[in-house]
């Protein structure tokens, strides 16, 4: 039995979303995303003998081992020892929507979490990609919700007007640590 290490988890969960191609609507993204996290998730009870809860909404499909609801975030992954919530693995909110604006509004709640791990998925354009994931940094810093040490992951998919750079990009951030 493996033990849990993080920056696996990460890679496993950035390697999971890049597979995800050519969905028509938001919608079908969202769904897509989060399969990729239930199928980490799924690897990781049998990986590392956790158990692990997985709590997001797949609307009008069963997907194996989950339950079939939103609760405070997007998609939550945590542990739970006699009915109690044990250990938060990964929170993560998503925003298709290309509005800095309307991002912001769904990455200020991670700023509340308490997990190990937090992700945010979104889509934005190549000639913004740099600056929106700069924006979410800065407001990692400023906060003092947040603590040194929190990890951060960004997760984006990147429209390009002339089709040059098309596809998902990623980026870990970790408060209060040198991330270059």
């Known amino acids: 039995m493996d033990k849990f290490i993080e920056d696996d988890f990460i890679e496993d969960i950035f390697e999971n ?5 050519n969905c028509a609507t938001d919608s079908e993204s969202t769904v897509a995303v989060k399969k990729a996290l239930i199928d980490v998730t799924e690897k990781y ?20 081992s989950y339950k079939d609801r ?3 975030y997007d ?4 542990s739970q020892k006699n009915d109690v919530f044990d250990e938060v693995y990964l929170v993560g909110e998503s925003e298709w929507k290309t509005d800095i604006k309307e991002i912001i509004y769904d990455f200020e709640k991670l700023l509340l979490a308490k997990s190990k791990v937090r992700l945010m998925v979104y889509q934005v354009s190549s000639n913004d990609k740099e ?19 929190d990890r951060y992951i960004f997760a984006f998919y990147v429209n390009s007007e002339d089709d040059n750079e098309v596809g998902w990009d990623f980026t870990k951030y970790t408060k209060g640590e040198d991330n270059i």
């Open 70 to 72: 939103e609760w405070l």
């Open 131 to 149: 600056k929106y994931r700069n924006d979410l940094i800065n407001i990692i810093e400023k906060s003092s919700s947040c603590e040194n040490g």
């Open 17 to 21: 979303i890049d597979k995800i191609h």
């Open 75 to 78: 998609i939550i992954i945590y």
């Open 45 to 64: 009870k049998e990986k590392c003998n956790l158990n692990l809860t997985i709590s997001c909404k797949i609307y009008g499909e069963k997907y194996k």
